[in-house]
């Protein structure tokens, strides 16, 4: 008999990565059907606390996501990437951009039905990869919520302006104030509104959620009007958008692409659902169809609105900042400004509720962990939403929404995203081809068969890691403008080709097809594995890299301060450090002797 403490111990001694052993242990997850991600209690916390409700169905589900999918980037991205990447050709660009964010959607879909726990990117990337790369992810995302929060905030103001007459005729306590001697612009009606939103998140789950499916159906009625309207209109002018100089390509194919990667954060609001995934009924079921039909909508609307507003307008004349409204009024109807005002407000405040609504719930996940304060832990027993993390979300966004203009802060947002989009496309091949199982670690080998699984495991994680390597060589080349044309082809054709062969490699290494013991069992299975994932990491990667300097030497600060609260706080307390492999979920089992 091998005692824990004995066990725990060959454990610690023991890494896939040398050294690194507390950036890659990975915590349990065996759930049952019908179970959530309740953590085995510990001695300071009352697992009552923990519960949250199940409420949530398709729905709501698909409100949530619709909701922060769909929102001011639509009003305004139309009119500025068809005037200066891809001419009328941009109901092209928002098919692309879709079909790229399906890849993620796909490997969404899958680990949210297998493993329904909220924390969504940060709990895939503890089960799958490791608690350092989990931390990073998670403390990326904080970041994506609270800016991308207040950056939607700040978006409200002009556009209620619109139905005083101006911004100087706006409330006293609505309208923005400039402080000179600050040389910054407060906007209380920012603030204002994000309060508001966290107040709503705290009443409850049902409450919020049914608040969100009321917005979001206006909102895709207005579109729907914009849709309409513009056909009727389109037909009776003769569609003269597209008969301009230059045809469908007046930019070329490059432009279509440059096009394509410009909208493709136009997708990036699914993710909040998968968020929820302890408040949902069914998630087995339920969690795949709302990230399918989320997705599914937002492009079919993104691409109907394109095509009536780039045909109403010729693209080089089209305003980039209010393209659906002047189209419009070019054509006769001055009154449709107000509904599609009235349709950018509405899809500001669902953008917000959907920006502040998955952040205390990530934040809820990384302190069950142990990563942060177990004050963020409690679940709030009478509304069962965490009502802690959710103030202290709410109150930070406010603040930051009343006194920053964060839009210079936007690409922020996009790393976190992506970050997660990665991670969760890598977390896939690993669940596939090397899924958590203590049985296979070299501690407990009893046999050969048991050997060659090890190292049948250690093959496909070696092949893993070579096609991120490979990946991030090829993009790197493909977007390093500054080197000499002879580096950058060496370096596409270095990284191109370890991506294929370990690639190649991986795809003949036996699946496990979602038959392992990990999770839940007959959910949804991502399809074209690996081939799919591999494919979701290099364009992710490749928008990574092509976010700009300015964007990346921000973002290192966020994350140069979380390795160190990490170092300092969260590497001391978390619980997979403290119990060992035995750290896991209600309903998984524990080695407390073997």
């Known amino acids: 008999m091998i005692e824990k403490e004995e066990l725990n111990g060959e454990m610690e001694s023991y890494s896939w990565i040398g050294g690194f052993h507390n950036l890659t242990r990975r915590k349990q997850a065996d759930l049952s059907e019908k179970g959530g991600a309740q953590l ?27 909701g922060s999918t769909i929102g001011a980037g639509v009003y305004v991205l139309v009119g500025t990437v068809a005037r200066e990447q891809s001419g009328p050709a941009l109901t092209l ?11 993620s959607a796909f490997c969404y879909a899958e680990l949210a039905s297998r493993c329904p726990s909220a924390g969504s990117a940060y709990h895939y990337s503890y089960i799958c990869i490791g608690e350092g790369v989990a931390w990073l992810i998670g403390w990326a995302l904080i970041l994506e919520y ?39 612009s407060v906007d ?45 209109l389109g037909f009776k002018t003769g569609w003269q958008g597209y008969s301009v100089k230059g045809g469908y390509f007046p930019k070329g ?42 997705l599914s909508l937002c492009c079919a609307i993104y691409m109907m609105v394109s095509v009536v507003i780039v045909g109403l307008v010729p693209y080089p004349v089209m305003d980039p900042d209010t393209p659906i409204s002047t189209a419009f009024i070019e054509n006769g109807m001055h009154w449709a400004m107000y509904v599609v005002s009235t349709g950018a407000i509405l899809s500001l405040c669902a953008s917000l509720l959907g920006a502040i609504l998955p952040q205390p719930r990530i934040m809820m996940a990384m302190a069950r962990d142990g990563l942060l304060p177990s004050y963020f832990e409690a679940v709030n027993q009478t509304t069962q939403v965490p009502v802690r993390s959710t103030v202290w979300t709410g109150v930070f966004a406010a603040a930051l929404a009343f006194f920053m203009d964060v839009s210079q802060l936007a690409g922020m947002v996009s790393v976190g995203t992506l ?40 093959k496909a994680i070696s092949n893993i890691v070579l096609i991120c390597f490979g990946s991030l060589i090829l993009t790197s080349g493909a977007s390093a403008r500054f080197l000499p044309v002879y580096l950058q082809y060496i370096a596409c054709i270095v990284g191109g080709l370890l991506l294929l062969c370990s690639s190649v490699l991986l795809s003949h290494i036996d699946q496990y097809n979602g038959q392992s013991n990990f999770g839940n069992s007959g959910g949804f299975l991502c399809p074209f594995v690996p081939w799919l994932p ?61």
């Open 253 to 294: 194919i490059n432009g279509v692409l440059s096009g394509s990667a410009t909208v493709f954060f136009s997708y990036i609001g699914f993710d909040a659902i998968a968020c929820t995934a302890e408040e949902v009924k069914n998630p087995k079921r339920d969690l795949p169809w709302g990230i399918g039909l989320t």
């Open 93 to 103: 660009c928002f098919l692309i951009a879709g079909v790229a964010a399906a890849l």
């Open 188 to 232: 209380p009606c920012a603030a204002i509104l994000v309060l508001a939103v966290t107040a709503l998140l705290c009443l409850g789950i049902k409450e919020s959620s049914l608040v969100q499916v009321i917005v979001t159906a206006a909102n895709v009625i207005v579109m729907l009007f914009v849709i309409i309207a513009g056909g009727y």
């Open 40 to 66: 085995l209690p510990s001695s300071n916390s009352d697992p009552k606390l923990n519960k949250l409700s199940r409420d949530l169905s398709i729905p709501q589900l698909l409100a949530i996501g619709v």
């Open 146 to 184: 609270t800016i991308g929060g207040a950056a939607v905030a700040r978006g409200i103001s002009p556009n209620l302006a619109l139905f005083f007459g101006g911004q100087d005729n706006l409330p006293s306590f609505l309208s923005r104030v400039q402080v000179p001697w600050l040389s910054i």
């Open 419 to 458: 970050l997660a989009f990665t991670m969760v496309a890598v977390s896939i091949l690993v669940l596939r081809y090397a899924p958590p199982d203590e049985a296979t670690d070299p501690v407990f080998l009893q046999d050969q068969t048991e050997i060659k699984e090890y190292e049948r495991r250690r």
């Open 534 to 594: 591999i494919l979701c990491i290099t364009v992710n990667i490749y928008l990574l890299i092509n976010l700009g300097l300015g964007t990346w030497l921000r973002v290192s600060v966020w994350l140069l301060a979380g390795i160190l609260i990490y170092i300092f706080y969260g590497n001391a307390h978390s619980k997979a450090a403290k119990e060992g492999r035995a750290y896991t979920q209600i309903g998984s089992p524990t080695r407390e002797t073997i």
